[in-house]
């Protein structure tokens, strides 16, 4: 009963249960639909309702070796190797945010919701870029690069004197003023490395030139002289490192409130920008106002933590 009166007022629902458990609870999305046809229904799972793998549990780590992302993570002298961030769960949020913005769009024009889904698994199929498209169109299976790119060269990791950085040449205009600025003009004029093609042809030897020249020079200005030339360059931080960036403290990516200390949402918005107030809400914090809001008198309110349905703050009043 809290909960339909909460859907009578609601604009989304979001539920990351296994497919099926919504509906044993005669909260399944034709259901739902049919008493609330405004409502705006998210599922986020696995692997989706039906199919072959329908209704199975889904995990980032396992995601990413059954999609095919392990196999091109990773050198081959490690092996196939997990990206060391929950990437899977975390763009599967987007992928829903991005289907519920686009269902309610659609219900300003038809004035009906609809049932919309995000699943890891086709999130995680999705994010194989470039790699399913050469697949696709040349049959070749992708292959474990380290930090290089299969379309383009020079990109990839490098040695510095102090540590490493990383070079993002994607054109040959980009090619020639790395080689100036590393005062290596004779590199750009090599008739095996003047277009992409070629550099690709002759990786080995293209490293070889690009580390010797790189051994010994220091890493932030190299890559701060390359960036204002408009060549993708940039140090191989560590996470302290990046989070004490100038331009990191500038975009103030720290936040710190009462209780609370993280990294703010990278959503700025000009008009009505977010800050946290503090610590996220204990377990039924809010408890008491939201039921009042839903129009329960205090006798109910009680009887609603007596059965169980709407459970009193643990770390507050009854």
């Known amino acids: 009963a809290v909960l339909e009166r909460l859907l009578a007022r609601a604009d989304v629902l979001v539920e990351n249960n296994l497919p099926g458990t919504m509906a044993r609870w005669g909260l399944g999305a034709a259901e739902v639909l049919e008493r609330h046809p405004r409502l705006i229904d998210c599922s986020i799972s696995g692997f989706g309702a039906d199919g072959p793998s329908g209704g199975l549990p889904g995990y980032d780590a396992v995601l990413q070796a059954l999609c095919g992302l392990m196999s091109v993570n990773g050198h081959p002298a490690t092996g196939a190797t997990r990206v060391g961030i929950p990437l899977v769960d975390h763009l599967a949020g987007y992928v829903a945010l991005s289907a519920i913005l686009l269902a309610l769009q659609v219900r300003e024009r038809s004035g009906r919701g609809q049932h919309v889904e995000a699943t890891l698994f086709d999130t995680a199929l999705s994010l194989l870029v470039p790699h399913a498209a050469n697949w696709l169109h040349s049959g070749a299976t992708p292959q474990l690069l380290g930090s290089a790119h299969p379309n383009i060269a020079p990109y990839d990791k490098f040695a510095v004197a102090d540590g490493e950085i990383f070079l993002g040449v994607v054109n040959d205009g980009q090619f020639r003023r790395f080689c100036s600025q590393i005062d290596q003009p004779e590199l750009a004029q090599d008739p095996r490395f003047l277009t992409n093609r070629l550099r690709l042809q002759h990786l080995p030897a293209l490293r ?11 890493g932030e200005p190299l890559c701060e002289a390359l960036m204002r030339r408009g ?8 996470v302290p490192a990046a989070l004490q960036l100038a331009h990191a403290q500038h975009r103030q990516s720290r936040v710190e409130a009462p209780g609370y200390v993280g990294l703010r949402s990278p959503m700025r918005l000009q008009g009505t920008p977010g800050q946290p107030g503090g610590a996220p809400p204990r377990f039924a914090q809010d408890r008491q106002a939201v039921l009042e809001w839903l129009g329960y008198d205090d006798s109910e309110v009680t009887e609603l933590a007596r059965t169980g349905a709407a459970p009193a703050d643990r770390d507050g009043p009854a």
């Open 208 to 218: 070889e030139a690009i580390e010797a020249a790189l051994h010994d020079r220091a």
């Open 231 to 238: 060549v993708p360059a940039a140090v191989v931080n560590s």
